[in-house]
């Protein structure tokens, strides 16, 4: 067995290293400096408490973006020498993030090894390769997101970070290689296991969904389907799960093969980046970003908000997927979401959570079984089965709606359509128009002011109302204004500032918001969402139906004024 010595490493503090909404992103270049990965992956043992780290297990991978692959090395030197016991990695690097939460839950719990972690490599659907983003993120034992508490001490540590350890001497292991690969250090064997990135997550969806149901849909000669990888991870699981595994023909996987930078795309799955899928529309459209953890569901010609996404699942679930045959725990949203899923909660005498945005806040509920369905407006959607968002997860789960719907006209018959279950839930339970503005990489002092300019007018609605008036007479008053705050309802933690709210009476909402998950400038994120009951009225082009709220928000906003921009990057 190949020894291995600890070396200790002088460093000093590194500026910015502070995790956003889903850890930290920044350009590739700026990972690539001289001790920045290294402080950072210190800092986080560092902000663990020692049997998280000693003897622990961890897993390292990510969506296979650029860089990844010596990231990998230096954390596996790095784990070396701060005494883990074992680094488990996916076969060339790659896990998508919902299946690092799979692996953790599934195979770790199982193997007896305590302490697990993981480092998950990716910045989502930021675009990759050298002069792109790079980004990193903790993820705790139930296989979810660093809390707040965590992500604040990393930080911490890494204003004060003074060295950190690793073990130079370690050879790269080959991580395109299936197998275990053992060394001896100051503390005895230490373990690099390279596995299969796919088989533990393909289980776990056997077990959730009827694949026999989905497999009968897909050979039906009336459906067409199609799944846009964006050349992401995503792609090493779709192949295994809609050919393999359901039949469907490969010409159906669109840019599946997994790529440093993505194909020189944007791994985003909107309507903007993810154009191909767009185009050539089938029955079925599905895409995923780069970590595979989001979703973007299509009809023919119809885009489902994913607002509406996850009511729609969540409204279907007891009969459409085994998983939830039981009956639901409860649903959950993040604020800026629309309030389609608070509807179908009060419909179905469900419990009903809003959180902050950041899927970490889900984590709580549903390890205090308290909620089984949650999605964001962000194309995130999932349930309790890990504790990430799950881009695959929520396919299946629409394909298993379709099916369901469809389970006695396949053999050839008009088929229920995407957009039919669509409008029939609308139908039922009133439509929530909604429409999200990006401005992308603004100047973040101008970002800045536009926000604390809306926060100091809510403290006084008279005058709100009188100024939202002089733009449009037709919109209904501002009857509130704040900045949304959050206290856990597990653990009485209080997140503050997670949102600027205008709610009108009608129930209508403005919020706005800074990503937190870009890694250069500011994004400002504008959510504009409107409540229609009438179903004479539910069939509406929606950025039509929300012009005159649109109109009142940039307005109200400045938002030229501040920004200097007279559209945003990206509508959807
Ligand atoms: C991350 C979080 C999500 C969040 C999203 C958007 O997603 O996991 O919970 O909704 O960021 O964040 P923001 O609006 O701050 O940019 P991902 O897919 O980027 O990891």
Known sequence: MVMFKVSRVATTPIDGQKPGT???????????????????????????????VRGATLVVSGDGRYYSKD??????????????????????????????SAVMRERLGADGSKGSGAFILTASHNPGGPHEDFGIKYN???????????????????????????????????????????????????DVDVFDSASDYVKLMKSIFDFQAIQKLLSSPSFTF????????????????????????????????????????????????????????????AAADGDADRNMIL???????????????????????????????????????????????????????????????FGNLMDAGMCSVCGEESFGTGSDHIREKDGIWAVLAWLSIIAYKNKDNLSGGKLVTVEDIVRQHWAIYGRHYYTRYDYENVDAGAAKDLMACLVKLQSDLTEVNKIVKGIRSDVSNVVNADEFEYKDPVDGSISKHQGIRYLFGDGSRLVFRL???????????????????????????????LGPLVEVALKLSKMEEFTGRSAPTVIT
């Open 515 to 545: 990503s937190g998950t870009g890694s250069e400038g500011a994004t400002i994120r504008l959510y504009i969402e409107q409540y229609e009951k009438d179903p004479s009225k539910i069939g509406r082009d929606s950025q039509e139906a």
């Open 226 to 285: 199609c799944y846009d990888a964006l050349h992401g991870v995503a792609g090493a699981y779709a192949k295994r799960i809609f050919v393999e595994e359901l039949g469907a023909q490969e010409s159906s996987l669109l840019n599946c093969v997994p790529k440093e930078d993505f194909g020189g795309g944007h791994p985003d799955p909107n309507l903007t980046y993810a154009k191909e899928l767009v185009g050539e529309p089938p029955e079925f459209g």
């Open 299 to 361: 009809g023919k010609r119809f885009f489902v908000t994913p607002s509406d996404s996850v009511a729609i699942i969540a409204a279907n679930a007891v009969k459409a997927i085994p998983y939830f045959s039981d009956g639901l725990k409860g649903v959950a949203r993040s604020m800026p979401t629309s309030a389609a899923l608070d509807v179908v909660a009060q419909h179905l005498n469900l419990k009903f959570f809003e959180v902050p945005t950041g899927w970490k806040f």
């Open 140 to 190: 705790m034992e139930n296989g979810g997101p660093a809390p707040e508490v965590i992500t604040d001490k990393i930080y911490e540590n890494t204003k004060t970070i003074k060295e950190y350890l690793i073990a130079e001497d370690l050879p790269d292991v080959d991580i395109s290689a299936i197998g275990i690969t053992s060394f001896t250090g100051p503390e005895g064997q230490f």
């Open 71 to 100: 990231a990998i090395q230096i954390i596996i030197k790095m784990s070396a020498a701060n005494g883990v016991r074992r680094v488990w990695v996916g076969q060339n690097g790659l896990l998508s993030t919902p299946a690092v």
């Open 22 to 52: 889903s850890g930290l992103r920044k350009k590739v270049k700026v990972f690539m400096q001289p001790h920045y990965l290294h402080n950072f992956v210190q800092s986080t043992f560092n902000a663990l408490s020692a049997d998280k």
